[in-house]
Every structure is written in structure tokens, then in C-alpha cells.
């Protein structure tokens, strides 16, 4: 069983930053070495934000995502944080984390192919 965790959501204003954590754990953790976050607004379909791997290597971003927001990793390779600069009103949603078995290349912005997914944490851009 593998359990997925975020955390670091709030409030914040336009032009501001704030850093979400995804936090994995479970015994067969390392059967889901690709993860990526998605956000979810009222309303709309959950959308693509970036994918990478646990352990470190290439990283596809939306084009939303590009210059702003960037990735890292805590030594363990168990926690994902997701820094997000100069936010905007309309990134307003809830933010997931996810995991899945596929290689990274594979269809990466297609939330259907994530086996694993976190509760979500709520950001909320004010204008």
C-alpha cells in the first residue's frame, strides 16, 4: 500500500510564493517511481502541472509552470516539494500530488495514467 500526503496550501496574494510537500509512504513505495502534481479548480478539470521522478532526473513542466515553479526532493527521495513563485489569482485550486508505474515519457500530463493520488491541499490566490 502506498500513501501520498501534501501539505503547505493557504492563502496567499498575487505575486506571492508558497511551497506544497508531497510526502510518500508505504512498503512498495519503489513501484511508483513517477510523480507529478496536478491542480484541480472549481469547476474545471483537474490539470497538469509537473512530473518528474522520486529520485531525481528529467522534469516536464506545463507551460503554465515554466520560470515559476521548480522541484525538490528531500535526501530520503520520500518528499516532494513543489515550489510555486509569482502566483496568480486563477491558479487558485486544489493542488495533488500523484504517483504512478509508467515511465515518465509516457503520457506524463494525463492524470488517468497516476495509480496513487494524495487528498490535496487547497491554494487560494487573492487578487
Known amino acids: 500500500q502506498v500513501g501520498l500526503g501534501e501539505s503547505g496550501g493557504g492563502l496567499v496574494q498575487a505575486g506571492g510564493s508558497l511551497r506544497l510537500s508531497c510526502a510518500a509512504s508505504?512498503?512498495?513505495?519503489?513501484?511508483?517511481?513517477?510523480m507529478g502534481w496536478f491542480r484541480q479548480a472549481p469547476g474545471k478539470e483537474r490539470e497538469f502541472v509537473i512530473a518528474?521522478?522520486?529520485?531525481?532526473?528529467?522534469?516536464y513542466y506545463a507551460d503554465s509552470a515554466k520560470g515559476r515553479f521548480t522541484i525538490s526532493r528531500d535526501n530520503a527521495k520520500t518528499a516532494m516539494y513543489l515550489q510555486m513563485n509569482s502566483l496568480k489569482p486563477e491558479e487558485t485550486a486544489v493542488y495533488y500530488c500523484?504517483?504512478?508505474?509508467?515511465?515518465?515519457?509516457?503520457?506524463?500530463?494525463?492524470?488517468?495514467?497516476?495509480?496513487?493520488w494524495g487528498q490535496g491541499t487547497q491554494v487560494t490566490v487573492s487578487a
Open positions: 500523484a504517483a504512478r508505474r509508467l515511465p515518465l515519457y509516457n503520457n506524463y500530463q494525463s492524470s488517468d495514467t497516476y495509480d496513487v
Open positions: 508505504g512498503r512498495t513505495f519503489s513501484l511508483y517511481p513517477i
Open positions: 518528474s521522478t522520486w529520485s531525481g532526473g528529467n522534469t
